[in-house]
């Protein structure tokens, strides 16, 4: 009924959808899985309207139609179920259930709340929620709110004519066990009404609801399974089976690291609800990768040893120091450098140039009593230019211009040039093309050959892998596993997957 | 489009092309605008004016906003003729010492709104809008409503002593925006300003004390604004709780109109200059061909609104509040 046939998407130095083939028939549920970056969020987007095919066709009951925005899709019958919460968290469930749509219940400009609340008892009704429509949405559960926009996506129902499509984005992910079935329970009661599609980082859920499962990878959609017809770890074979290079992760510059001494020890620290009992030791020379899904603890932990939250529980210990306080000053002065996922947000001031983005974190080393020495900044910001071989036009380039594998290196120098020898990198390769990728890992090397201890949190699996001397498997905030990874005895990606999920 | 039309280029110099502009036509219109004497006229005027756009500068670089700059020129102008009268009453005598005596109540008036601002976190714009109440209200306490008179000559020699046709206060306040021009490019606390202002998460990522640039922002917008007041005592002889009023409306037009930009890290003191003189040659210009006042403010007006068009680009904005 509803159909995708070839469609291509593409981005600027990304092509984010490959000739993508989808179908949902009526009454069905369709699992999407795949890794993170093979192209399950462009997929959605195209499907309820948000991103416009570059080619192919999409048709409902055989009909071509082409959405400009998701309000048409949403006429045509495809609603979305955000897996960040879009309800106003100050309005109440009636007028989030309505929201756009308030127009039915107005006379003569002013709104009939009576009518308005009637109307959204009964879309309550449907996912079996019993609560007033007029309770103001924050005062709602997590699991309440799932179910609130469950309700409104299915006012459809009476909007429009036809069949529903309705996808899930991650609907589980803040979910408590019972809630989850109870939620597959009230999704499945609803295939009378309408056709989903669920998208899930967990695989057992996506096993036990969906009817048809379509795999992903790398933009393209690399299998379909039937109900029944692959077990968990043959999907998770489908998801991520490429062809690793030893050569493109620099393995073969990967030495053994110092482990006489010790840049950062945790012992046993904890964050109520992030993280808890994390031990783990930094050498100097080591890549230590952190492995697990998104919202597992990997970030609690960078922020933790980089200041910017303080443990409860447990003890830091850095270059031999215990850590009493606890902020990014502290860190900074302890050799700490941290490069962000955000780059954009938190890793290089837009605005201001090479140089000045440079020395943002050792202004103190190149100032007398506040005073700049413009001049050894520039030189500092000459010399890395030329060393990571950095293409800008000089270092009073704007940042904000400079490509993202650029802005990456201006980041790195920034922490690199000062000194900084531990480093947290947060994902230093996402959203790079590749050569700017192997320009990173040739970086991530070097500074191992210079005693610098890095923390990675990777992009990938197989980055992981390809760089780390150590991995750390989290799940839920708590360390699974620990696997040592010298050249020759890595683990597979599969050993992996099966610590984290 | 060319490396060299960026849009930084366009907002460091589209502000001085349209003061060049707005010369040309007022020149066109009545030629004795263009007079030695009548730019004498716009400096002065543009002169405590101008302190005070450089000190809201600072803080809307930082993508704060200052509002407490009527009540903080008030303030510190009225007090400064008490110290200076008590002190002596000429400057000889030891009324020079209230002029740092001045400096120091604009730095604490600023240190109270950054500590409200920043401690109580209270969004900037009404911590110092309260301060600034909370500044008139304390002029008129002092003065009791009365005018203070200062008739010192060598202190009025700040407006009434000329070099090359303009008086020295003129002088005094190319010196300050100099220094002002150090502040932001040659010292930590400058390239502060502007982390914070183009990235506050970041700047807080790098290790930078935030909340103390914050403060310290304000402390030396509020030495600027005592720099004004001293000068418009200077210009006027006197001062009154009403000191200090207008001085919000055309500072924050003059910054606009300059191209600083209201949400932080684009523009800086250069912009402020210019901008202020565009202002001030609009405010003359206007007289000058002989339109009434009530059609100046309106023009200061869409001029601010054209300002910001202009200098936004929009569509990276989705939502204003």
Redesign the interface.
């Known amino acids: 009924m509803y159909e995708l046939k070839a469609v291509d998407k593409k981005f600027p130095g990304v092509h984010a959808l490959k000739a993508v083939d989808f179908q949902v028939k009526r009454g069905e549920i369709v699992g999407l899985v795949g890794e993170n970056g093979a192209g399950k969020s462009t997929l959605m987007k195209v499907i309820y309207g948000a991103y416009q095919p570059d080619g192919g066709t999409i048709t409902i009951d055989g009909k071509t139609v082409r959405f400009q925005n998701p309000r048409q899709a949403m006429e045509k019958g495809i609603g979305m179920v955000f897996q960040e919460q879009s309800l106003i968290s100050n309005l109440t469930v009636m007028e989030n259930i309505f929201l756009g749509y308030e127009a039915q219940f107005v006379r003569l400009g002013v709104i009939n709340w009576k009518a308005m609340a009637e109307a959204a008892r009964k879309q309550l009704a449907k996912v079996k929620l019993d609560i007033d429509p007029a309770t103001v949405t924050a005062s709602l559960s997590f699991a309440q709110r799932q179910l609130v926009e469950l309700a409104k996506v299915l006012t459809l129902e009476e909007r429009v004519d036809g069949d529903l499509v309705i996808l899930l984005d991650e609907p589980t992910s803040v979910l408590a066990e019972d809630e989850v079935k109870m939620l597959f329970r009230i999704v499945r009661d609803l295939t009378a009404r309408a056709s989903f599609i669920f998208v899930s980082h967990r695989m057992d859920e996506v096993m036990e609801l969906s009817d048809r499962i379509y795999v992903m990878k790398d933009g393209a959609v690399v299998d379909v399974v039937n109900r029944g017809g692959a077990t968990v770890e043959q999907i998770q074979h489908k998801m991520v089976g490429r062809n690793v290079d030893r050569e493109y992760y620099r393995e073969q510059r990967q030495k053994p690291y110092d482990d006489s001494r010790q840049l950062v020890k945790l012992e046993d620290v904890g964050l109520p609800g992030r993280i808890s009992d994390i031990s783990l030791t930094l050498h100097p020379g080591e890549v230590l990768c952190l492995v697990g899904t998104e919202g597992s603890g990997r970030e609690a932990i960078l922020r933790t040893i980089y200041g910017m939250r303080t443990p409860v529980t447990g003890h830091v210990t850095m270059k031999g120091a215990r850590i009493e306080r606890f902020t990014p000053q502290a860190a900074v002065a302890k050799g700490v450098g941290y490069v962000p996922r955000e780059r954009k947000v938190e890793g290089i001031v837009a605005g201001m140039n090479v140089y000045e983005n440079m020395t943002l974190s050792q202004m103190g080393h190149f100032s007398n009593a506040g005073v700049l020495r413009v001049g050894e900044e520039r030189k500092l910001a000459r010399d890395w230019i030329g060393k990571l071989s950095i293409k800008a036009h000089s270092e009073y380039a704007d940042c904000g211009n400079l490509s993202g594998g650029n802005q990456q290196k201006v980041v790195l120098a920034k922490w690199r040039s000062g000194g900084s020898d531990i480093m947290l990198l947060d994902h230093p390769t996402r959203g790079l093309d590749i050569g700017a990728k192997e320009d990173v890992y040739e970086m991530i090397r070097d500074m191992c050959d210079d005693g610098v201890g890095v923390i990675l949190v990777a992009d990938t699996l197989e980055e992981a892998i390809g760089l780390s001397h150590t991995i750390i498997v989290l799940k839920d905030g708590r360390i699974q596993k620990r696997f040592d990874c010298e050249p020759g005895k890595k683990p597979s990606l599969y050993d992996l997957l099966h610590a984290m999920i | 489009m060319t ?1 060299f039309l960026t849009r ?1 280029a366009a907002i460091r110099w589209a502000p001085l092309l349209v003061l060049i502009a707005l010369v040309i036509l007022f020149t066109a219109i009545n030629p004795d605008f263009f007079a030695q004497r009548n730019f004498a006229r716009i400096a002065i005027a543009a002169a405590p004016a101008l302190m005070v756009a450089i000190g809201v500068t600072f803080i809307i670089v930082m993508g704060s906003i200052d509002l407490s700059m009527e009540g903080a020129v008030s303030l510190t102008a009225v007090l400064f003729c008490f110290a200076f009268l008590w002190l002596g009453g000429t400057l000889a005598a030891g009324g020079w010492l209230a002029i740092p005596l001045a400096l120091i109540v604009g730095g604490l008036i600023g240190l109270i709104n950054g500590l409200v601002h920043v401690k109580l976190r209270i969004p900037s714009f009404m911590a110092s809008l309260a301060m600034g109440f909370v500044g008139t209200g304390a002029a008129v306490l002092i003065t009791g409503g009365d005018i203070v008179r200062i008739e010192d000559d060598t202190f009025r020699a700040l407006l009434t002593w000329r070099i090359a046709g303009f008086p020295l206060m003129v002088y005094v306040v190319v010196i300050l925006a100099f220094l002002a021009w150090f502040i932001q ?5 400058g ?2 300003f ?2 914070v202002g ?2 506050e ?9 935030v909340r103390r640039v914050r403060i310290t922002g304000f402390v030396l917008a509020g030495v600027f604004y005592a720099i004004a007041g001293m000068l418009q005592v200077a210009k006027l002889g006197q001062a009154e709780s009403v000191t200090g009023a207008n001085f919000m409306f055309i500072s924050i037009t003059s910054v606009v109109v300059g191209g600083v930009a209201l949400w932080g ?2 523009g800086g003191v250069w912009n402020t200059v210019v901008g202020v003189l565009i202002v001030n040659v609009i405010n003359n210009g206007m007289v000058v061909i002989g339109l009434p006042d009530y059609v100046q403010d309106g023009m200061l007006g869409l001029l601010v609104i054209l300002a910001v068009v202009l200098s936004t680009d929009r569509r990276n904005i989705s939502f204003v509040k």
Do not use: D, V, W
């Open positions: 490396r930084e490019n040659h010292t930590t606390l390239r502060n502007y982390a183009g990235g998460e970041l700047a807080h990522a790098s290790g930078l004390n890290g684009i």
